[in-house]
């Protein structure tokens, strides 16, 4: 069973920054992508940055410049840098990794961030 433990959220204040980790585990082949999603009260699940398997990332528009998807060099642990924190960004973030042909999602942290 494909586990997916996230951790680093919190209470930060704008301008200020995070640093979300997520770690893959139980899977018997490296994930072929993982990525950052978010979700704020009242709105969909949006992606915020994906990062393929030796491939290259991408963001949502709004987060492009101030935060940064990362990976180590067996796949399994993803990292999003976030910097210049503003309100709109508070939200849950998921971890989502992609096995084979199924998405495996952790269980959420919670970005605030105060004015």
């Known amino acids: 069973q494909v586990q997916l433990v996230e951790s680093g959220g919190g209470l930060v204040q704008a301008g200020g920054s995070l640093r979300l980790s997520c770690a893959a585990s139980?899977?018997?082949?490296?994930?072929?992508?993982m990525g950052w999603y978010r979700q704020a009260p009242g709105k969909q699940r949006e992606l915020v940055a994906r990062l393929p398997r030796g491939g290259m990332a991408t963001y949502v528009d709004s987060v492009k410049g101030r935060f940064i998807i990362s990976g180590d060099n067996a796949g399994n642990t993803v990292y999003l840098e976030m910097s210049s924190l503003k309100v709109e960004d508070t939200a849950v973030y998921y971890c989502?990794?992609?096995?084979?042909?199924?998405?495996?999602w952790g269980q959420g942290t919670q970005v605030t961030v105060s004015s």
């Open positions: 139980g899977t018997m082949f490296p994930p072929n992508a």
């Open positions: 989502k990794a992609e096995v084979v042909s199924h998405g495996y």
